[in-house]
């Protein structure tokens, strides 16, 4: 904002080209990482894998109408924002295709939700924060009998997922989904503290 109340804008002309075209590639690299949590859900061990079969091409789907949208409504018309619209349609969309199938609770969504997507994350965190727990016991237990400089090996070879189902219900009890969510309020700076 200070910026544009000084009017330092006409300096961004002595950027060069390619450090401007490095700095969007690389902000897409990162949004594009930032996505792939959209595609990835939990599986039965409870850990995070990669969706397959319908609801991949359904999620696949609504990204590519998203980005037509994007891409040819400004041809049609300027009245709407292009992402405007795509964000609405699309929303609309996954709402309906989630309220016809799936929504009984005993099976998953067809399409996820943030919040689908928030819970299967927390969950995953337990489950690892379990056998976690469960490693560092049974390491501190076996430490007298492992010889030095086995350890980091023995944590590495260490299964990341619980032994039993009894293990993995009760990482999973752990997460109350009525508190999974979005924090809100504005940002802070770090020195700002009440």
Known sequence: MAAGFLKL???????????????????AVVILLAQ????????DQGTMVFLSGSRLWLML???????AIIAFL??????VPSSLAAILLVSGVAHVVNSDTGADGDQPRPL??????????????????????K????????????????TAVFLEDASPKPSNE????????????????????????AWWVF
């Open 9 to 27: 804008g006409k300096f961004i002309r002595i950027v060069p080209h390619p450090v401007m075209l490095g700095f969007v590639n690389g902000l």
């Open 36 to 43: 792939l949590g959209s595609f990835q859900t939990l599986d």
């Open 61 to 67: 789907g609504l990204v590519a109408i998203t980005m």
């Open 74 to 79: 400004p041809r049609l018309t300027k009245v």
């Open 112 to 133: 996820l939700t943030v919040g689908d997507m928030l819970y299967s994350s927390t969950v995953a965190s337990a489950v690892q924060t379990a056998q976690d727990e």
């Open 135 to 150: 490693n560092a016991a049974m390491l501190s237990a076996n430490s007298d009998r492992l010889p030095e400089g086995l």
């Open 166 to 189: 009894a293990e993995l219900a009760e990482a999973v009890a752990s997460v109350d989904p009525a508190s999974v969510g979005i924090a809100g309020g504005f940002p802070r700076p």
